[in-house]
């Protein structure tokens, strides 16, 4: 009999350090889950969300985003919105069956992080040269560099990419 009291006087003692150990987990996960909000919110990535509608982060990968969306990709020219394809079709590079668009910031993470600037009455814009070039049959043919405008309205909640042509 002495055997079965020493059993449940031990596993007594271990539910108390089990109990303990699981205060001691969600106290930890508590305070991480503090930590990083205060870390969060003191990123500058992450930071403005509500002041501009989209954290800083989010605005910068809408922009990528779009700009990848080379169909839908127009070139202010005139006061115009020209689509990519067209103008760069009438410059003289008519695209073949299998060749793609493709347009990439030509700046580093950092560099495009100091050139987001929040807008008056809530918002971001960022511009940066981009690089225009022709993926065809494994190859890239790089046709040149255009500045790119990229910008998020609060209002309207919307986030609008265009490059542009010089001297517009």
């Not at 070139?75 to 079709?89: D, M, R, S």
């Amino acid at each position: 009999m002495g055997d079965m009291s020493e059993l449940t006087s031990s596993s007594r003692h271990g539910g108390v350090g089990r109990t303990l150990l699981w205060v001691a987990v969600v106290l930890s996960l508590a305070l991480l889950g503090f930590v990083t909000a205060v870390a969060v919110r003191s990123n500058p990535i992450y930071s403005d969300r509500e002041a501009n509608g989209v954290s800083k982060y989010r605005f910068i990968e809408h922009c990528r985003e779009q700009l990848e969306d080379t169909e839908e990709l127009t070139v202010a020219a005139a006061g115009q919105a020209i689509p990519l394809k067209t103008l760069v079709e009438q410059g003289g590079s008519p695209l073949k069956a299998g060749d793609r668009l493709e347009v990439t910031l030509e700046a580093e993470p950092a560099q495009i992080i100091r050139a987001t600037e929040t807008i008056e009455g809530g918002g971001w814009t960022l511009s940066a040269p981009a690089t225009i070039s022709v993926q065809s049959g494994g190859k890239t043919r790089a046709l040149g560099q255009l500045p790119m405008q990229c910008v998020h309205n609060r209002q309207d909640d919307k986030t609008v990419v265009q490059l542009q042509l010089p001297g517009q």
